[in-house]
């Protein structure tokens, strides 16, 4: 299985600011994910982040509001831009292998959003 | 479109006791089914799998699964529950269309295993 870290941990931010975390990986990957988990509520995926292609984002998301990159097969980015308190929630990344059957996941990342 | 329903959001249960977490879906599409367990401070671990053959699945830790399809559950249950099993656990469906990269997930169920 995949090794994954995520930077920041957490961070308490101030509304209207940008905050970019990162995802990397310790092995070579094919697809990357992230996704939000909202306070009580279950984890929603935001985007679909393959290396060489732009990010597919999901219904209600969009990318001038979650930014990625995916600049190589180990590292992708997600940038959370003009905070609102809303935006408070964790956010992980996952990846999978094409043709796997499983996503692996980091251990997230707790914004706080005053 | 796939919906997961995971019924109860916190279980408490007494160490050595059963215990069955409830997972039911909905989906115009077979899929996949999966179980995540998060325990304190983790990340996402994947506890157990259904993908096809044996509806019955077991993780290495004494959890097993049964994918009921006319019902569209996944339950998951472990005759003696520790301790170590406190966390958050998270059922999942995959659409088979979509190798493995969509993932519909319930809002978790938390299991607290007192002494």
């Known amino acids: 299985s995949a090794v994954i870290s995520q930077k920041p941990s957490r961070d308490i931010c101030q509304r209207g600011t940008s905050l970019t975390i990162q995802c990397q990986v310790d092995s070579q990957v094919t697809m990357m994910f992230w996704y939000r988990q909202q306070p009580g509520q279950s984890l929603t995926l935001i985007a679909t982040?393959?290396?060489?292609?732009?990010?597919?984002?999901e219904s209600g998301f969009v990318i001038d509001k979650f930014p990625i990159s995916r600049p190589n097969l180990t590292f992708s980015t997600l940038t959370v831009s003009n905070m609102s308190p809303e935006d408070s929630s964790i956010y992980l990344c996952s990846v999978g292998q094409g043709g796997a059957d499983t996503q692996y996941f980091g251990p997230g990342t707790r914004l706080t959003v005053l | 479109a796939q919906s997961v329903t995971q019924l109860d959001s916190q279980v408490p249960v007494f160490e050595e006791a059963p215990v069955e977490l409830r997972c039911n879906y909905s989906s115009s599409v077979s899929v996949y089914l999966f179980w995540y367990v998060q325990y304190p401070n983790q990340g996402l671990q994947l506890l157990l799998k259904?993908?096809?053959?044996?509806?019955l699945v077991e993780s290495i830790n004494g959890f097993e699964a049964e994918f009921n399809k006319s019902q569209t559950s996944f339950h998951l249950r472990k005759p003696s529950v520790h301790i170590s099993d406190t966390a958050e656990y998270f059922c999942a469906v995959s659409p088979m269309n979509t190798g493995f990269q969509k993932l519909v997930f319930g809002t978790g169920t938390r299991l607290l295993v007192s002494p």
């Open positions: 259904y993908l096809s053959g044996s509806t």
């Open positions: 982040a393959n290396q060489g292609s732009e990010a597919t984002y």
